[in-house]
């Protein structure tokens, strides 16, 4: 089995006969690493300098018997510019294309031994594979693989198969008040609803600038600070211009007037008899009526007269809405890998970084913490905050260095406000299990202010345990979206010092054993990073001051960013902490809108 690389963009119009012979003999290809959907993307961000194409092409004999699309992304963080391996591809579902009437296991493993051996990449991100896809398969029976791959999020989707017509599917039953908002727009507003494949009417133009509409509405109006539409990422629409350009592989939804102004869409891709939404959008005008809920009738009506539709996938992301119109779902799964700076690539189970090559180690694996390399760190955020610095020596002398591995305790973080698991220590989450992490809040509280806000937001006043609940609410959530079992997440009884100060001496109390660890100034005034450490310090404890470190933004982190940003009253969460989840998003360069978060 030989394995080729296919660096720029002829080597991969080259691959396109036999790609397709791939895609259509493999029943479990996905859209997007499809011929098609690589060709798009590589179309809208092909052109900057940041990607370099990395197209893995196994032949058995000469003939192309599996691909594995990727690219190579340069990443500037933490003052030096890391390596991305990822695939080159946007959506859901991603994965490698295999020829199935072969040795799919020894395709599979020739593809991931090449990654394992190339030592360019030093992160590894193979985010979107999907449950029971082969590269899910191949990855979970390896040893050098398996425990670096970790459930991402569920795939709700409505199975079609056996619905005849949409009475049958109304028996089932429908969300709730669906007919009756749409009745209602219908007897206020002359809406027609039309169908329309590929770009016919110029409606990915419209779309987009749709999207960009309720965008701004949801800033303006209600405060949404942290939305972006696609529609003024010019390499996203790049993409998506190509795709719409492909015959056969788009239909979008729309309501329209009759003058024909754009008044909601939902947009699709088909892949065989799978319809994958991908986009929604609506004329902020009407947003009272529901419109995500009412075009969903409307759309389901027209899939089942029509036939030729097993599957209408409603995109990834667990949120409620779209369970309320199916108990079926599937799961993605991500792969990451990030490599020391002294770890070679290799094959088979990574090693330890050798005792005389510690001080090479990257912090993120193997902190220092003695006071002169400390205080060295720390000089750029003095510069920001300068009365923190005295604070950073003073921790400093209250920790020994250690290099010691983890422990059976696992870690445990402290985190001065909600947000913090990303803000603070997001560059240790690909290199830290979640089975073994604890994660401690002492920030329970919500800001006079705030709460007013969401008060007014709500029309009528919040209760205390309202509050308590929600807050609690989405700490948990968070936590899941990391992979934190509840229990292993301690939060301070009420908003105050004491009540910190007594939840760090209780986590330090049940797990001595622990790795411990806390951000560089971490608390107004660096409180809470001087409490850990002088806590620890009277147990006898070790504790490791790490600096600030956001990390690469991915999956995991706009899963945590989305539970922070849940907004369902009536399920009692409010996404309190809504504008610190976001402004992570933003301080790591990345857009904050999340597809997968939009209810319309």
Known sequence: MDVEVVADGAGLAALEEDWRRLDEADPRSELYTSFDGVRAWWAGFGAQEQWTLHVLVARHNG???GLLPLVRQARRTGGRTRQVLRFAAHGDYLGAVVDPAGPVGTVLKALLDHVDADPAWDVLRLDGIRAGSWLCSA?????RWNRHLRHQVEQPCILLAD????ATFEERGLPSKTRKYRNRLLRDHDVRFVVRDGDDGDVLARLAALHVREKEHLVQDEGRSERHSWGENPQRMGMYERMFATPGLVRTFCYESPAGDLLAARSTFRHGRTLLSWTSAYDPALRDYRLGKVIQYDVLEHVLAEGGVDVFDLGSGRYPWKFEWTEDFGSTYGLRVERRATEPAQQGEQVQAAPDAA????DTTRPRHDLRSLARRARPLARRARPLVGRVVRAARSVRTTSSPPSPQGEVWYLARPGDELHALGGRLAATDPADLSLVHVAVGVPAGRRRALARE?????????VEAAVRAELLDAAGAVGVDPDRVL???????AAARAVV???????????????VGAGPGGWLADHVVDAARRRGLEVEVVDPDPGHPGPTAREVVAAY???DPDGGRLALHRESASEFLVAVGEDPADPRARDL
């Open 63 to 65: 003939a192309v018997v």
């Open 139 to 143: 990855t979970l029976g390896s040893e």
């Open 163 to 166: 619905v005849p017509d949409l």
């Open 359 to 362: 001080s090479a180690a990257s």
């Open 458 to 466: 709500i029309g009528r006043p919040l209760e205390d345990r309202e």
């Open 491 to 497: 939060l301070a009884r009420k908003a105050s010092r």
């Open 505 to 519: 001496d209780t986590a330090l109390d049940r797990h001595p054993g622990a790795r411990h660890v806390v951000a």
């Open 565 to 567: 940003r849940t907004w």
